[in-house]
């Protein structure tokens, strides 16, 4: 089983750029959640996706960031613009609970290697 | 405010010896409990977990204990061994504002390096 993808793995740019991140989650997987950890910290929610609608989005700085999941599958989370506190690594997961809250492994979220932002 | 507290930055232990990691948590909401492990350059996968309805949780090499009065958590490692060097994150879940939502809230992660 493919595990969730994202790209790019690296970024780089000056404070005020735009930047975009993509992630494909597990084939399957009707949640999706994107997460910023910052450098010695854990990951931090920004935003969760039950198919295509948002379910938590309440730690996304809706003034610069913003989040869409067409069609249900793939996601794609933006910048515009940032800034240099928004160095950090963008981590996407997926898990297959389908709203239903019940305990165990089918709550599990598996994560994608993340991409790693850079601000100048 | 940090609702899960992982209090010791690393940790270093000796092959073959037992490494205990530490989670605290403050919301008494939380019912169910992670632990997910990292290597570098990766995401994090999941470990192990454990319900509140309960007070330990056994996979192999991994143990986890919880103690509600206390609001404490901890990870056991019995025996260690060198491929298991890495961050070790706690997270907790309580039900979300709406019915399903998973929210996982994670504490700072404790690096674990096993010294063979």
């Known amino acids: 089983e493919a595990g969730v993808a994202q790209s790019p793995r690296y970024k780089i740019i000056e404070k005020r750029q735009s930047v975009a991140f993509w992630c494909n989650p597990i084939s399957g997987h009707a949640t999706l959640y994107w997460y910023q950890q910052i450098l010695g910290q854990g990951p931090k929610l920004l935003i969760q996706?039950?198919?295509?609608?948002?379910?938590?989005d309440s730690q996304l700085p809706k003034d610069r960031f913003s989040a869409e999941r067409l069609k249900g599958v793939d996601s794609t989370l933006k910048i515009q613009p940032a800034k240099l506190e928004d160095s950090a690594v963008y981590l996407c997961?997926?898990?297959?609970?389908?709203?239903?809250?019940?305990?165990?492994?089918?709550?599990?979220?598996?994560f994608g290697p993340g991409t790693r932002l850079t601000v100048l | 405010d940090q609702q899960v507290k992982q209090n010791s930055p690393s940790l270093s232990v000796q092959e073959g010896r037992i490494s205990i990691l530490n989670c605290d948590y403050t919301n008494s909401m939380f019912d169910y409990f992670l632990w997910y492990k990292k290597y570098p350059a990766e995401g994090p996968t999941f470990l192990i977990s454990i319900s509140s309805i309960k007070d330990k949780n056994e996979d192999g090499r991994f143990t986890v204990f919880l103690n509600k009065s206390a609001k404490h958590l901890s990870l056991h490692i019995v025996p260690s061994q060198p491929g298991d060097s890495a961050v070790y994150f706690c997270a907790a879940s309580s039900e979300g504002a709406r019915w399903g939502a998973q929210k996982l809230v994670f504490g700072q992660g404790t690096r674990l390096t096993i010294n063979p």
């Open positions: 997961a997926s898990s297959p609970n389908l709203g239903v809250r019940t305990s165990g492994r089918d709550n599990e979220q598996f």
């Open positions: 996706f039950q198919n295509n609608g948002v379910v938590d």
